[in-house]
Nanobody
Framework: QLQASGGGLVQPGGSLRLSCTAS????????KGWYRQAPGKSRELVAR???????DYEGSVKGRFTISRDTAKSTVYLQMNSLKPEDTAVYYC???????????????WGQGTLVTVSS
């Protein structure tokens, strides 16, 4: 359903852009987001954009990361600037949709892409 890409090794202060493309889905889109999980830590929300385009960010990434979407391509991006070693983690894209037929929320996850910030 979700295919993430763009991770890699980058030096502190550098930039990366993650992409996540979704396959066709008829359920109504509620939000797309990026989560991350560092070694030994629980998964946390990094950034989220809802169907109206409203954005939310985890405190430590505000001003450095930007989430955006291309509706025509069903793709969500995470532009990460001024990267720090503490940003090192596996990043997962996420999508929440509303299935009006069954009256339930559906949640999808990408496979994860590793971001390593190190000199």
């Amino acid at each position: 359903q979700l295919q993430a890409s763009g991770g890699g090794l980058v030096q502190p202060g550098g930039s990366l852009r993650l992409s996540c493309t979704a396959s066709e889905n008829s359920a109504r889109l509620v939000a797309k987001g990026w989560y991350r999980q560092a070694p030994g830590k629980s998964r946390e929300l990094v950034a989220r954009i809802d169907s109206r385009g409203s954005e939310d960010y985890e405190g430590s990434v505000k001003g450095r990361f930007t989430i955006s979407r291309d509706t025509a391509k069903s793709t969500v991006y995470l532009q990460m600037n001024s990267l720090k070693p503490e940003d090192t983690a596996v990043y997962y894209c996420n999508e929440v949709r509303w299935d009006s037929w069954r009256g339930i929320y559906l949640e999808y996850w990408g496979q994860g892409t590793l971001v390593t910030v190190s000199s």
